[in-house]
């Protein structure tokens, strides 16, 4: 089973990094999800991915006290924005963006619901 978690960690973690790159594809659920599977696999991995300058200090927040930075709220929302106006303005079907507004409707009100972190 530690090999099956550290593969699904590592594949996370490449999900991760895309979304650094691509602003479509969340990035912080994913590295969220390896840090999960890297507490089950690899405690030498789980511990680099804690202390990574970047994205360490937003795993503890959350696992510590389920909270959010304020910028990462405010990056979401943006991004969220982002994709809705593009839909709009690709011209998708209004039931399509009904759909995606719902939902990330819900999305923000989870996250702008959680403790603010200090970062």
């Known amino acids: 089973m530690r090999y099956l978690w ?67 709220k405010k990056m979401a929302t943006l991004a969220c924005a982002a994709v809705l106006l593009l839909s709009v303005v690709m011209g998708l079907a209004w039931h399509l963006i009904a759909i995606q507004a719902v939902t990330l409707s819900c999305v923000m009100l989870f996250l702008w619901t959680r403790p603010n972190g200090p970062r």
């Open 6 to 72: 550290a593969g699904l960690g590592c594949l996370s973690l490449l999900c991760g990094f895309i979304g650094v790159v691509l602003p479509l594809i969340p990035t912080v659920p994913f590295i969220l999800l390896a840090a999960f599977f890297f507490a089950r696999s690899s405690e030498r991995l789980h511990n680099w991915l804690l202390s990574h300058p970047t994205f360490g200090p937003s795993i503890v927040d959350w696992q510590t006290h389920g909270a959010v930075a304020p910028r990462a």
